[in-house]
Protein backbone atom coordinates (compact mmCIF):
# COMPACT_ATOMS: atom_id res chain seq x y z
CA UNK A 1 0.00 0.00 0.00
CA UNK A 2 0.82 3.53 -0.68
CA UNK A 3 2.74 5.25 2.03
CA UNK A 4 0.56 8.04 0.97
CA UNK A 5 -2.80 6.70 1.45
CA UNK A 6 -4.96 8.56 4.06
CA UNK A 7 -7.87 7.41 5.62
CA UNK A 8 -10.75 8.47 2.70
CA UNK A 9 -8.33 9.84 0.58
CA UNK A 10 -6.85 8.33 -2.28
CA UNK A 11 -3.28 7.46 -3.73
CA UNK A 12 -1.28 8.49 -6.20
CA UNK A 13 -1.49 4.70 -7.31
CA UNK A 14 -5.06 5.22 -7.77
CA UNK A 15 -4.44 8.36 -10.00
CA UNK A 16 -1.98 6.53 -12.35
CA UNK A 17 -4.82 3.51 -12.74
CA UNK A 18 -7.16 6.29 -14.04
CA UNK A 19 -4.65 7.98 -15.87
CA UNK A 20 -4.11 4.97 -17.86
CA UNK A 21 -7.63 4.05 -18.25
CA UNK A 22 -8.61 7.17 -19.62
CA UNK A 23 -5.29 7.45 -21.38
CA UNK A 24 -6.72 4.20 -23.67
CA UNK A 25 -9.90 5.95 -24.57
CA UNK A 26 -9.20 9.05 -25.09
CA UNK A 27 -6.56 8.44 -27.61
CA UNK A 28 -3.69 9.58 -26.09
CA UNK A 29 -1.83 6.70 -26.37
CA UNK A 30 1.81 8.05 -27.89
CA UNK A 31 1.59 10.48 -24.82
CA UNK A 32 3.56 10.05 -21.62
CA UNK A 33 2.08 10.90 -19.36
CA UNK A 34 3.15 11.04 -15.20
CA UNK A 35 0.86 11.59 -12.27
CA UNK A 36 1.60 13.80 -9.44
CA UNK A 37 -0.17 13.94 -5.56
CA UNK A 38 -0.16 17.73 -4.97
CA UNK A 39 0.84 17.49 -1.34
CA UNK A 40 1.04 20.63 -0.70
CA UNK A 41 -1.67 23.58 -0.14
CA UNK A 42 -3.06 24.58 -3.36
CA UNK A 43 -5.82 26.55 -5.16
CA UNK A 44 -6.84 24.36 -7.60
CA UNK A 45 -8.22 20.73 -7.84
CA UNK A 46 -6.31 19.90 -10.62
CA UNK A 47 -3.83 20.95 -13.37
CA UNK A 48 -1.54 19.74 -16.31
CA UNK A 49 1.17 20.66 -17.37
CA UNK A 50 2.40 20.10 -20.78
CA UNK A 51 5.27 19.36 -23.50
CA UNK A 52 3.81 19.24 -26.52
CA UNK A 53 6.99 18.56 -29.05
CA UNK A 54 7.78 15.28 -26.77
CA UNK A 55 4.09 14.45 -26.00
CA UNK A 56 4.89 14.54 -22.21
CA UNK A 57 2.67 15.82 -19.73
CA UNK A 58 2.35 15.53 -15.94
CA UNK A 59 -1.69 15.42 -14.78
CA UNK A 60 -1.46 17.12 -10.91
CA UNK A 61 -4.46 16.13 -8.55
CA UNK A 62 -4.82 17.79 -5.06
CA UNK A 63 -4.81 15.65 -2.26
CA UNK A 64 -7.52 17.43 -0.39
CA UNK A 65 -9.97 16.84 -3.44
CA UNK A 66 -13.19 14.59 -2.46
CA UNK A 67 -12.21 10.97 -4.26
CA UNK A 68 -15.48 11.27 -5.17
CA UNK A 69 -14.39 13.69 -8.28
CA UNK A 70 -11.01 12.24 -8.40
CA UNK A 71 -11.88 10.37 -11.88
CA UNK A 72 -13.97 13.57 -13.34
CA UNK A 73 -10.46 15.68 -12.36
CA UNK A 74 -8.67 13.29 -14.27
CA UNK A 75 -10.50 13.13 -17.53
CA UNK A 76 -10.78 16.88 -17.18
CA UNK A 77 -6.80 17.38 -17.53
CA UNK A 78 -6.55 14.76 -19.92
CA UNK A 79 -8.97 16.46 -22.15
CA UNK A 80 -6.66 19.50 -22.17
CA UNK A 81 -4.09 17.62 -23.55
CA UNK A 82 -6.17 16.66 -26.08
CA UNK A 83 -7.16 20.46 -26.79
CA UNK A 84 -3.87 21.73 -25.94
CA UNK A 85 -3.17 22.71 -30.15
CA UNK A 86 -6.18 24.28 -30.33
CA UNK A 87 -5.74 25.87 -26.83
CA UNK A 88 -2.13 27.32 -27.87
CA UNK A 89 -3.17 28.16 -31.56
CA UNK A 90 -5.65 30.75 -30.17
CA UNK A 91 -3.33 31.98 -27.42
CA UNK A 92 -0.59 32.61 -29.99
CA UNK A 93 -3.36 34.54 -32.16
CA UNK A 94 -4.21 36.68 -29.22
CA UNK A 95 -0.95 37.45 -29.01
CA UNK A 96 -0.66 38.54 -32.86
CA UNK A 97 -3.76 40.65 -32.82
CA UNK A 98 -2.97 42.63 -28.93
CA UNK A 99 0.67 42.34 -28.52
CA UNK A 100 2.46 42.04 -25.11
CA UNK A 101 -0.33 45.08 -24.41
CA UNK A 102 -2.57 44.31 -21.44
CA UNK A 103 -5.38 46.00 -23.25
CA UNK A 104 -8.71 45.67 -22.16
CA UNK A 105 -9.30 44.12 -25.38
CA UNK A 106 -6.47 41.55 -25.20
CA UNK A 107 -8.06 40.93 -21.29
CA UNK A 108 -11.75 40.56 -22.33
CA UNK A 109 -10.98 38.26 -25.47
CA UNK A 110 -8.60 36.32 -22.77
CA UNK A 111 -11.55 35.73 -20.47
CA UNK A 112 -13.63 34.96 -22.74
CA UNK A 113 -11.09 32.35 -24.32
CA UNK A 114 -10.31 31.01 -20.91
CA UNK A 115 -14.28 30.90 -20.14
CA UNK A 116 -14.83 28.89 -23.32
CA UNK A 117 -11.97 26.72 -22.97
CA UNK A 118 -13.00 25.75 -19.52
CA UNK A 119 -16.52 25.13 -20.50
CA UNK A 120 -15.89 22.86 -23.31
CA UNK A 121 -13.26 21.05 -21.36
CA UNK A 122 -16.29 20.06 -18.23
CA UNK A 123 -18.70 19.62 -20.90
CA UNK A 124 -16.38 16.87 -22.59
CA UNK A 125 -15.55 15.24 -19.44
CA UNK A 126 -19.34 15.26 -18.21
CA UNK A 127 -20.39 13.75 -21.78
CA UNK A 128 -17.29 10.60 -21.15
CA UNK A 129 -18.20 9.94 -17.49
CA UNK A 130 -22.13 9.80 -18.39
CA UNK A 131 -21.17 7.70 -21.50
CA UNK A 132 -18.74 5.04 -19.11
CA UNK A 133 -22.22 4.78 -16.77
CA UNK A 134 -20.39 6.69 -14.34
CA UNK A 135 -22.92 8.35 -12.08
CA UNK A 136 -20.67 10.69 -10.27
CA UNK A 137 -22.57 13.29 -8.22
CA UNK A 138 -21.55 16.69 -10.24
CA UNK A 139 -18.89 19.12 -8.36
CA UNK A 140 -20.69 22.06 -7.84
CA UNK A 141 -17.57 23.78 -5.99
CA UNK A 142 -17.47 26.50 -8.61
CA UNK A 143 -20.90 27.46 -7.98
CA UNK A 144 -21.18 26.94 -4.37
CA UNK A 145 -18.37 29.51 -4.23
CA UNK A 146 -20.79 32.00 -5.57
CA UNK A 147 -23.46 30.78 -2.95
CA UNK A 148 -21.36 31.43 0.16
CA UNK A 149 -19.63 35.02 -1.16
CA UNK A 150 -23.71 35.95 -1.98
CA UNK A 151 -24.68 34.99 1.87
CA UNK A 152 -21.73 36.23 3.43
CA UNK A 153 -22.17 39.92 1.87
CA UNK A 154 -25.73 40.20 4.37
ZN1 LIG B 1 -9.41 23.04 -16.87
Do not use: C
Not at 31 to 58: F, Q
Not at 61 to 66: H, K, P
Not at 103 to 127: C, I, P, V, Y
Amino acid sequence: MSRKKLGGMFSDVDIREIVAHWQDILRLRDWDIRSLLVEKTWRKNGDVKIDMSNRMATVMVNRELDPAHLEEVVIHELLHIKLYGLDQMIEHLIEILYGDDEDARKQLNWGFFMEMLESTTEDLTKGYLQASGKRNSLNFSRVDRQVQEELSES
